[in-house]
């Protein structure tokens, strides 16, 4: 199988000067040849004796159409490389990719201008969405002035809550909470979550679980039980849209209650419930588990769905 790196953003968001970066990296060319297929050029450059110095290959790819399975073997058969990083078109859709079947996708970087995100968020958010949901890191540099960068943050974790994500200004890497911003008081001996609290307060227990072990929580959940849920569990959540009204998922935690059963599925209740971090099986590793104090059948909420693209 051959790596595969690809390195997403939209034009000029500094994804050339990363992999010129990377590639410098001792621990990146210590052996072998890499394929570097460029969907775009921008201003920067690579440098002809740092592409020979790292034994790299440079291909071009201009058009979304030629981007196609045939074309990465016939890339492959004619550079015979041992690894392969994409600076891929941030104009082009990731969806729509299909590498050949001896491609490992190793890792997938995405590259943010943070001075010019709102303005892709706004305008081209599902394709913005489409960067971003399966990249194991994003990074956003260029964050010099720029002072909600907590928003920015829940933004992208809407869409995918597990990446990890940098925020970088011409120092260096710097820290950013959402402690800073939560609608909500942690030190409350209930934390009573509206709509929005509900949303904010799902993205931050992804990144800080330990905040909120012993936590006791109050909200209005939409019950599912999976068929494989023992009957002393089911999980109250909500419906989210991430980005679009056709981007929608369930978002919600185990919840453990003596009275399960009686509770029907796709009943709106209000929970009250202790967090626990435990191991489960459904998180594949420790995750909140919520043990329910009080569960109390209500009406539906006006707006059943909470839109986590507006936080």
């Known amino acids: 199988m051959i790596p595969v790196y690809m390195i997403n953003g939209f034009l000029e968001s500094g994804k050339t000067e990363f992999i010129k970066y990377t590639i410098a990296q001792p621990y990146f060319h210590t052996m072998g040849r890499t394929l570097l297929i460029l969907c775009e050029e921008g201003e920067e450059e690579y440098d002809e004796v740092l592409l020979k110095k790292t034994r790299t290959t440079v291909e071009i790819i201009e058009d979304e159409e030629d981007f196609t399975e045939d074309a990465l073997k016939y890339l492959v058969k004619k550079d015979n490389p041992d690894r392969i990083i994409i600076e891929f078109n941030g104009m082009w859709n990731p969806k729509n990719i299909k590498f050949p079947r001896d491609w490992k996708l190793e890792q997938q970087i995405t590259v943010i201008n943070a001075a010019t995100f709102p303005n892709y968020y706004t ?42 994500i940098i925020f970088e200004d011409k120092d260096g890497e710097i820290n950013v909470s959402l402690a800073e911003e939560l609608p909500y008081d942690l030190n409350a001996d209930v934390i009573e979550l509206d709509d929005k609290g509900y949303a904010i307060w799902y993205i931050d227990i992804m990144d800080n679980m ?99 693209s507006n936080l």
């Open 210 to 308: 330990e905040r909120y072990d012993g936590k006791t929580i109050e909200y209005i959940g939409n019950v599912i039980k999976p068929p494989e849920m023992p009957q002393d569990m089911f999980v109250p959540g909500r419906m989210a849209m991430t980005c679009c009204a056709d981007d929608m998922a369930f978002l919600g935690f185990i919840c453990k209650w003596k009275g399960a059963k009686s509770i029907p599925e796709k009943e709106w209740v209000k929970v009250r419930a202790r967090i626990q971090l435990e191991a489960e099986e459904a998180y594949q590793g420790m995750g909140p588990v919520l043990y329910a104090e009080d569960v109390k059948t209500v009406k539906a909420p006006k707006d059943p769905v909470i839109d986590f």
């Open 123 to 164: 305008n081209m958010r599902s394709l913005v969405s489409e960067h971003v949901r399966n990249s194991e890191m994003i990074i956003f540099n260029r964050c010099d002035g720029i002072d909600d960068l907590a928003s920015y943050k829940r933004n992208v974790k809407a869409v995918n809550a597990s990446a990890e």
